[in-house]
Nanobody, 128 residues
Framework: QVELVESGGGLVQAGGSLRLSCAVP????????MAWFRQPPGKEREFVSG????????GYSDSVKGRFTIPRDNAKTTVYLQMNDLKPKDTAVYYC?????????????????????WGQGTQVTVSS
């Protein structure tokens, strides 16, 4: 079992920034594809961004492109979601996800059902 430990959510005003963290203790990033998903109130879980085991990104959803980035720290085995210029529509529970290297193909990266391991989720609320 792979443990994903999330932190960093909270309440922020529109235009503000937050950084979410997802730590993967005892693991190495080269063994996992990682991703961030979010689930707005009353909606389906949706892909936000991801990084392959190689370190390359799998892109960003159109709704966050240009505002969010997904840096990672290999030494800390932590992947981040840096969220800038937040908008009320970004309000959601954010989840970190992982899948063992080699299991995902290109179309799988964007589908929540493709991932084997999940963090506990962290609430992000953006007020107008």
């Amino acid at each position: 079992q792979v443990e994903l430990v999330e932190s960093g959510g909270g309440l922020v005003q529109a235009g503000g920034s937050l950084r979410l963290s997802c730590a993967v203790p005892g693991r190495t990033f080269s063994d996992y594809d990682m991703a961030w998903f979010r689930q707005p109130p009353g909606k389906e879980r949706e892909f936000v961004s991801g990084r392959r085991y190689s370190g390359l990104t799998t892109g960003y959803s159109d709704s966050v492109k240009g505002r969010f980035t997904i840096p990672r720290d290999n030494a800390k085995t932590t992947v981040y979601l840096q969220m800038n210029d937040l908008k009320p529509k970004d309000t959601a529970v954010y989840y970190c996800a992982a899948s063992p290297r080699g299991r995902l193909y290109s179309s799988d990266y964007y589908t929540s059902a493709s991932y084997d391991y999940w963090g506990q989720g962290t609430q992000v609320t953006v007020s107008s």
